[in-house]
């Protein structure tokens, strides 16, 4: 029984001393996480909040860049129909008489009216283009 006793009470001075050196082991490691880690992590989510802002610029710059695209592709095919009305109406004039004042007439409205189709046609362009700028501003995230 003393022997148990004893063994007993090396085998708790042990587990006082292994106790001892783990929660000075606990203390290095929560210093070394203040001291260390805690810098690090909010230099991470600095960073990340940079990240973010700067992928917001990125993504309202892209969206105008969209609209501007979809403006001059909109132009160009406009451009095509412009230059077809121009062809018809070259076509036209060699099958007219111009000596004729009702020709000259349904020419001069021909040019009007295809001058003023271009113009309509850019208006309309405009508006779009300005209608999505404006509600990009509006909702720059979508």
Do not use: W
Not at 3 to 10: A, P, V, W, Y
């Amino acid at each position: 029984m003393q022997e148990d006793k004893k063994r007993q009470e090396d085998e708790l001075k042990m587990q006082a001393v292994e106790n001892a050196r783990l929660k000075d082991e606990n203390e290095s490691l929560v210093k070394e996480k203040d001291t260390i880690l805690s810098p690090k992590l909010e230099l991470a989510a600095n960073v990340m909040d940079q990240l973010k802002s700067e992928n917001h610029d990125l993504k309202r710059i892209s969206d105008h860049q969209i609209i501007r695209l979809d403006a001059l592709t909109e132009k160009i095919a406009s451009h095509d129909e412009l230059r077809s009305l121009r062809d018809e109406v070259a076509r036209l004039r060699e099958n007219v008489n111009i000596q004729d004042p009702r020709m000259q007439e349904k020419k001069q409205l021909l040019e009007e009216h295809l001058r003023l189709t271009n113009e309509n046609r850019l208006l309309e362009l405009q508006n779009e283009f300005y209608c999505m700028m404006i509600q990009n501003e509006r909702h720059p995230g979508n």
